[in-house]
C-alpha cells in the first residue's frame, strides 16, 4: 500500500497519483479500494490576484453505490501553495529573503504584492514561530550549514533549506512535497 498523496508537483505528478487512487488507503478510515476525484479547491495568489488557480484537488472516499468508503473526503495540495495563504511557496520565499535582507518593514515595502501589510507580518511571525519545527524536519535529510554566529536564526532556517534542497526551483515546494507538510 502507498503513503496518501498530500502534495503534488505538476499535472504529470498529480496523473500518476490519481492513477494509483484505487490502490491508495484512505486517510480517515484506512480503507483501499474507494477513493474517487471529488474536484478542485480554488484560490487567489501572487500569480494572478485577480484569477484563481487550482491550489487543491479534492479526493472523496466514496461510499456511494455500495463502495467501502467512509464518506469523508480530504485534499491534495500542489506543492507550491500554501493553505489558508494567498501566496505561492515561491512568493513567500521571495518574500522571506527580502526581510532577512533588509528588515520587516522594508521587506514588506519592497515585496509590493497584493497582501497587506498586516498579514505579510502574521506570515513573517508564522515562519519565525515555526523555525524550530522545520529544523527538526530539515534535520531528517542533512545536517544544517556551518554559519557564522551573527546569523539570525531565520535565516539559518533558510540556508538549512537550500542545503536540503539545492537544486529545486522552489525549496519551499520542494520541502513541502517531500515532507509531506506545509513549511508554515
Ligand atoms: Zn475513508
Not at 505528478?13 to 486517510?27: F, M, Q, S, V, Y
Request: charge should be positive; proline fraction near 5%; hydrophobic fraction near 40%.
Amino acid at each position: 500500500m502507498g503513503q496518501q498523496p498530500r502534495f503534488y508537483h505538476d499535472d504529470d505528478d498529480w496523473n500518476t497519483l490519481a492513477e494509483r487512487l484505487k490502490l491508495t488507503p484512505c486517510p480517515h478510515c484506512q480503507r483501499a479500494g474507494a477513493l474517487v476525484r471529488h474536484g478542485f479547491l480554488y484560490g487567489f495568489d501572487d500569480r494572478n490576484p485577480h484569477r484563481k488557480t487550482i491550489r487543491a484537488r479534492r479526493i472523496f472516499c466514496s461510499n456511494r453505490n455500495a463502495r467501502p468508503g467512509c464518506g469523508r473526503t480530504f485534499s491534495v495540495w500542489a506543492a507550491d501553495t500554501i493553505r489558508r495563504l494567498g501566496l505561492t511557496t515561491s512568493g513567500l520565499f521571495r518574500f522571506l529573503r527580502l526581510v532577512l535582507a533588509r528588515g520587516l518593514l522594508a521587506g514588506i515595502r519592497d515585496f509590493r504584492g497584493h497582501l497587506s501589510d498586516r498579514t505579510l507580518i502574521r506570515i513573517w511571525n508564522r515562519f519565525r514561530l515555526g523555525g524550530s519545527k522545520i529544523r527538526t524536519a530539515l534535520m531528517q535529510r542533512c545536517a544544517p550549514p556551518q554559519l557564522l554566529l551573527e546569523h539570525r536564526p531565520e535565516a539559518q532556517v533558510l540556508a538549512h533549506l537550500h542545503t536540503a534542497f539545492p537544486d529545486a526551483t522552489c525549496p519551499i515546494a520542494a520541502f513541502q512535497h517531500t515532507m509531506r507538510t506545509f513549511f508554515v
